[in-house]
């Protein structure tokens, strides 16, 4: 599209320039005026060319920001998406790894509250439950073995 609104751009010019011989040539003036006339549109046109233009490149840089933005949610789900919700017998619950991975990693629970805001959080052991050494969340697992 860039293209294209450059060679308008050309276009116009040429078309400025041909006018501007017109009046040069001063062969009568109903010639004169539409010259005139016509000079003004095509200023009008490149003036509204250019904010085209202008609008074209900010919305390139916008399409390109809000790539960045998709590839980078795109990557954290993959990384969540590894992660199953688990409830423990009481009620409390946890993300899990999912058995698929257990060969990559050990199985281990992240923190719910802190997968909100998109961090992954390893829940750490503690008396009849787990805790998350970020937010301190407290899951209460019971007997049930980890
Ligand atoms: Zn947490």
Known sequence: MLDGVSAVLGSAKVAYDLTKGLLDLKEGAAVQEKAIAL??????LQGHLISAQQEHMALLKRVN??????DATH????KFERYRLHQFPKGSSAYVLRDEH???????YICGVCLESEQKVILQP???????????????TSQESL
């Not at 000079?39 to 009008?44: A, N």
């Not at 920001?65 to 998709?70: A, D, G, K, R």
């Not at 503690?126 to 899951?139: D, I, N, S, Y």
């Open 102 to 108: 257990h060969t990559e990693e050990p199985k281990h």
């Open 75 to 78: 990557t954290k789900r993959q």
């Open 65 to 70: 920001e809000l790539e960045q933005l998709l």
């Open 39 to 44: 000079t003004g549109i095509l200023i009008e």
């Open 126 to 140: 503690r008396a009849m439950g787990l805790v998350c050494p970020k937010c301190e969340a407290f899951v209460y």
